[in-house]
Nanobody
């Protein structure tokens, strides 16, 4: 069956770094764009970063541009989000999403990131 599993969240001080990982199975990973979303309490879910199926195209929200880096490894069916220079406003639940269209759209359960001193 389809599985999308995030890991790597935790608590970090402002200015610190975290690396989130996403392991996928049960679907043709290399044909899906991969996205990272986040949702803070009381706020709407926000698209943070996208990487194309082949990895050649990456896009970021303005709020994380220059601080976050999305990557993928199609040989291992994994994606990652490297987060540097973290700020308190980056605190949220982070979700990995595999997308190839409205009917081919898979989500993980989320991993919590807390940035606090």
């Amino acid at each position: 069956q389809v599985q999308v599993v995030e890991s790597g969240g935790g608590r970090v001080q402002p200015g610190g770094s975290l690396r989130l990982s996403c392991a996928a199975s049960g679907f043709p990973f290399s044909t899906y764009a991969m996205r990272w979303y986040r949702q803070a309490p009381g706020k709407e879910r926000e698209l943070v970063a996208t990487i194309s199926s082949g990895g050649g195209s990456r896009n970021y929200a303005d709020s994380v541009q220059g601080r976050f880096t999305i990557s993928r490894d199609n040989t291992k069916n994994t994606a990652a989000l490297q987060m540097d220079s973290l700020k308190p406003e980056d605190t949220a639940m982070y979700y990995c999403n595999a997308w190839r269209g409205v009917f081919y759209n898979y989500w993980g359960q989320g991993t919590q990131v807390t940035v606090s001193s």
